[in-house]
């Protein structure tokens, strides 16, 4: 059974610095695409940061040059670095993977860690 865990969720103080970490039970190598979402009450989920095989990354406008989405296959897992945080990205963050085996495509998902911004 594939499994995601995120971890490194928490309170932050605005301005603050957080490095969420998901745990991927399933080969790096079979990821096509990793991706962090964000989703909290009353709205729907959001992409906040994808990193895909040829090493190209985006990130929602609201985030960019403040956030970092990056792998390391040795410990199969995936971060998100997440610095000057506002309050506006208080939210439940999801690791997504996207994984392509034998022409098939899996999409898997985390159960979530919260982050919260507040003084």
């Known amino acids: 059974q594939v499994q995601l865990v995120e971890s490194g969720g928490g309170l932050v103080q605005p301005g603050g610095s957080l490095r969420l970490s998901c745990a991927v039970s399933?080969?790096?190598?079979?990821?096509?695409?990793m991706n962090w979402y964000r989703q909290t009450p009353g709205k729907e989920r959001e992409l906040v940061a994808g990193?895909?095989?040829?090493?190209?990354?985006n990130y929602q406008e609201s985030v960019k040059g403040r956030f970092a989405i990056s792998r390391d296959n040795a410990k199969n897992t995936i971060y998100l670095q997440m610095n000057s945080l506002e309050p506006e990205d208080t939210a439940i963050y999801y690791c997504?993977?996207?994984?392509?085996?034998?022409?098939?495509?899996?999409?898997?998902w985390g159960k979530g860690t919260l982050v919260t911004v507040s003084s």
């Open positions: 399933i080969s790096m190598f079979s990821i096509n695409a």
């Open positions: 990193l895909i095989n040829s090493g190209n990354s």
């Open positions: 997504n993977v996207d994984q392509l085996v034998e022409g098939n495509r899996y999409d898997y």
